[in-house]
């Protein structure tokens, strides 16, 4: 991989963890609020614009698996060690800091009465642990981390999916036919997000084919054209999304329209090179592993100060997003400078 692409998934991948945060930084519910200016913004960049980052992590985890496979068995063994150090290590820390963390706010009587109820840690049971472990889901304090758990048990399952990538035919019918289950035969909660394994596969399947990411691009006029498409599709899913369900299969094509979009135009209107922000890419992976309590807490705290009128949700969406990115920046550039090795640890070596 030359430097060029290679700091081109750095800065991808800086932005998409800043995606992270704003998704989980809405703070309206168009059930009750319904469908006006405010809202719509805040669903078009939350639930729209930003929901590519999550697809996008899982095929460049499926492709940074492969790309230097030489599919040995030990190979494989070799690359499972890796990722325990890389994704359960710091999985297991985090859930354990997050449930420490919000055991300590729910000793304040005054903030305690914003938490849910299944997510009181005094009142948890034996199980009530193991299911904050294996299963970060809503309400969860960590359930984000979803995505790191179904990661784990991808890159295990992996030498078996390679069998699959290995032939197009196979691979497309198990792509398209994962995403066609997903989108209308198993709507439900987020923590059984089983697309995940699709752009994993794909990942999984540009690496073993070889594919050169740098030769995915367009002409001019195919960029426009693709990116009016993308906007056109955002709009068209944010005027008929729901809190009760949205459209699974809608949000997938603008999520794949939407990746193609932006892996082009990325190095087109952001300098790849800047040495600063290459800087900042580094904390990405921190930044998405620790911003769930930040982003909940801030949120709640500036909707108890501003108030619940539409014009102060916006506001404090806005202020949420900027205060948690500068937050766990902050935290993650002092962790890394004063205990290198605790930020080693946590953030997988990264």
């Not at 492709?63 to 494989?76: I, N, T, V």
């Not at 325990?84 to 963390?101: A, E, G, K, R």
């Not at 084919?209 to 056109?232: A, D, E, F, R």
Request: charge should be positive; include cysteine.
């Amino acid at each position: 991989m030359n430097e060029a692409l290679s700091n081109k998934i750095k800065i991808l991948t800086f932005i998409l963890s800043i995606f992270v945060i704003i998704i989980h930084s809405i703070n309206i519910d168009t059930s009750e609020m319904g469908l006006n200016l405010i809202s719509f913004f805040q669903v078009f960049i939350s639930k729209g614009m930003c929901r590519i980052a999550v697809p996008t992590f899982f095929i460049l985890s499926g492709y940074f698996l492969y790309r230097k496979h030489d599919y040995s068995l030990m190979y494989s063994i070799k690359s499972l060690k890796k990722r325990f150090n890389t994704l359960l290590i710091p999985y297991m820390i985090i859930i354990s800091f997050t449930l420490f963390y919000y055991w300590c706010f729910q000793q304040i009587p005054l903030l305690a009465k914003y938490f849910h109820k299944d997510m009181i840690i005094s009142d948890f049971n034996f199980w009530s642990f193991i299911k904050a472990y294996l299963f970060p889901m809503e309400h969860s304090p960590a359930q984000h981390l979803w995505f790191i758990r179904n990661l784990i048990i991808y890159v295990a399952l992996s030498p078996l999916f390679y069998l699959f990538v290995r032939s197009t035919n196979i691979f497309i019918a198990a792509f398209i036919g994962n995403l066609l289950l997903r989108a209308y035969f198993l709507p439900g909660p987020e923590y059984l997000q089983l697309d995940g394994l699709s752009y994993f596969l794909l990942g999984m399947y540009l690496a073993v084919n070889k594919i050169n990411l740098s030769n995915i691009t367009l002409p001019k006029w195919g960029l426009i054209s693709l990116g009016i498409c993308y906007v056109i599709l955002l709009t068209i899913n944010s005027i008929l999304y729901t809190d009760n369900y949205y459209n699974s299969y809608l949000l997938h094509f603008s999520a794949i329209v939407g990746i193609i979009f932006t892996w082009i135009i990325i190095d087109k209107i952001i300098d790849i090179n800047d040495p600063k922000l290459l800087e900042l890419a580094n904390f990405s992976f921190f930044i998405y592993l620790i911003h769930i309590p930040f982003t909940f807490k801030i949120s709640k705290i500036l909707i108890l100060i501003l108030g619940t009128s539409p014009t102060s949700l916006l506001i404090s969406y806005i202020c949420t997003i900027i205060i948690t990115i500068m937050t766990t920046l902050t935290a993650g550039i002092v962790l890394k400078n004063k205990l290198p090795k605790l930020y080693s640890i946590i953030s997988g070596s990264r």
